[in-house]
């Protein structure tokens, strides 16, 4: 077992010490529902309809419909479904926008030509990572185990005479959770088959985004806008993991995953008033890909009766890009009681990219995003959203989106791969439905609204890779409580 000790602590040279997936690709490339409490409300199918400073992320021309500055600001509750795991609460408070549009009248009283040139800028998350697991692993009945990927991962690299091993079967050996017959030169690891598992998870942090926008109003038909966004990336994953054997042999392994960087990108933005008199109106938006420079770090612990093994992983860097983003859109009014939207987009996830920062690294990353080109796919969003106003300075909102799963069926984790990682399993997330509700009161000058969004969403969860293993069901459902205050003057 000597050797094993060696290549722990020689980890940290190896060339390919990585661990990014096609699941990270899919997570730091998807967003939530977020924005100011009367984006939410309407489900965000505002894009068409404009006139609230959240429009900007989404459609940069919205911003356009805007004839009085107008500033927000937002906060909200967040509650996951399960107890607070891992040292986490289940219930956390965020600061979720804070944004101002400027209007610079032109004085085109023919109500030709160039009406408005209005100027905006907006913080908002565009992504909650906030999630906590605790489930029993189903169908392992003393016959599968992540023991046997670990002893499979350890025979490859023993009999193919490797001085650096992946961390997990190194860890694995060292600790005892492996079975080891010294008469043998070839496969001599074994693993063991469990009785029972159990595996609990903490996801935090957020991806957040400014945007700094400008639009352009013209003749009231026409509004035109783009915005230049930055964002900044704080994703951390807290787990553990423990089997009992079916010789009531335990081990458990906690792991933990950091990932922080920034990055930008342009959106660009038009909506039409097709006929003069009539308040129907479409849009268009095309996002670029996000260019992302990221910096992950992460480490492991292994614990059984007999000893406890740690270790954890330098940061290292990368390039991460997502793709492109194109959304359409449609909104009508009736009078100053009635509002109608409606929008879909499409992002391509399998041409999400990871590239690496030197040559060392080019054949893991390679490797990596075959992957995704293969077991990513198209993902589609359809929002719809409906506001009513019974009287005068007061709305009530419903809105609904379906997400679908930017995952093909069948997809697996790769753990050969997994390099300074002992994180085995992975998820093939569902459709996410969202249904939201709110509520809006306008005052003289200003504006209180009041939004909550319940996010639905199953997945099959997978302990580890074995083809004959069936998957354990988990949810990810969610709800959100939130408050804006507003502005315009």
Not at 89 to 95: G, I, K, L, M, V
Not at 182 to 200: D, H, I, L, P, Q
Not at 206 to 218: A, C, E, K, L, Y
Not at 237 to 247: F, I, N, V
């Amino acid at each position: 077992m000597k050797k094993i000790l060696i290549t722990v602590i020689s980890l940290a040279t190896s060339a390919a010490a990585f661990a990014q997936t096609q699941y990270d690709a899919a997570e730091f490339a998807t967003s939530d529902l977020n924005g100011t409490a009367r984006y939410v409300g309407l489900g965000g199918a505002l894009d068409a309809l404009g006139g609230d400073v959240s429009v900007m992320s989404s459609n940069p021309a919205g911003t356009a419909i805007y004839k009085k500055t107008d500033m927000a600001v937002t906060g909200s509750l967040l509650f996951t479904n399960e107890d607070g795991q891992m040292g986490h609460d289940a219930t956390r408070a965020s600061f979720d926008q804070a944004g101002i549009v400027f209007t610079m009248n032109q004085g085109n009283r023919n109500k030709k030509g160039l009406q408005f040139i209005n100027f905006g800028v907006n913080y908002q998350k565009k992504k909650n990572h906030f999630s906590n697991v605790d489930l029993d692993v189903q169908g392992l009945n003393g016959n599968y185990s992540q023991t046997f990927q670990a002893a499979s991962q350890a025979n490859y690299a023993n009999d193919n005479n490797q001085n650096n091993w992946p961390m997990f079967p190194a860890l694995m050996g060292e600790a005892g959770a492996l079975g080891y017959d010294e008469t043998k030169t070839v496969n001599a690891f074994s693993g063991m088959g469990a009785n029972s598992a159990n595996y609990r998870r903490c996801t935090y942090g957020s991806t957040t985004q400014g945007d700094f926008n400008v639009s352009f109003n013209i003749a009231n038909q026409l509004f035109l806008g783009a915005s230049l966004g930055v964002y900044d990336i704080n994703y951390k994953r807290d787990s553990y993991y423990t089997e009992l054997g079916a010789d009531n042999v335990a081990y458990d392994i906690n792991n933990w995953y950091d990932t922080n960087g920034d990055g930008f990108d342009v959106k660009l933005g038009m909506i039409c008033r097709p006929i003069a008199d009539s308040p129907f109106r479409f849009g268009v938006s095309v996002h670029t890909p996000t260019w992302y420079r990221l910096e992950d770090a992460n480490g492991s612990t292994v614990r059984t009766e007999k000893t406890e093994i740690w270790d954890a992983a330098d940061a290292y860097e990368y390039n991460y890009r997502t793709p492109w983003k194109f959304g359409f859109s449609l909104g009508h009014t009736f009078g100053n009681v009635v509002a109608l939207g409606a929008q879909y987009e499409i992002s391509d996830l399998s041409s999400c990219h990871y590239g690496s920062l030197d040559w060392e690294n080019d054949e893991y990353f390679r490797v990596m995003n075959d992957k995704i080109e293969d077991q990513l796919k198209t993902q589609h969003t359809l929002r719809v959203g409906l506001e009513i106003k019974p009287i005068t300075n007061f709305a009530v909102r419903f809105g609904y989106n379906y997400v679908s799963s930017p995952i093909k069926e069948g997809a697996w984790k790769d753990g050969s791969l997994n390099g300074y990682n002992c994180e085995t399993d992975y998820t093939n997330w569902k459709g996410t439905n969202r249904f939201t509700c709110g509520l809006g009161y306008r005052f003289n000058g200003g504006y209180v609204d009041l939004a909550y969004q319940f996010q639905a969403q199953k997945g099959d969860f997978y302990a580890f890779d074995e083809e004959a293993l069936k998957p354990t069901e988990i949810k990810n459902n969610r709800s959100q409580v939130m408050a804006t205050l507003g502005f315009r003057f």
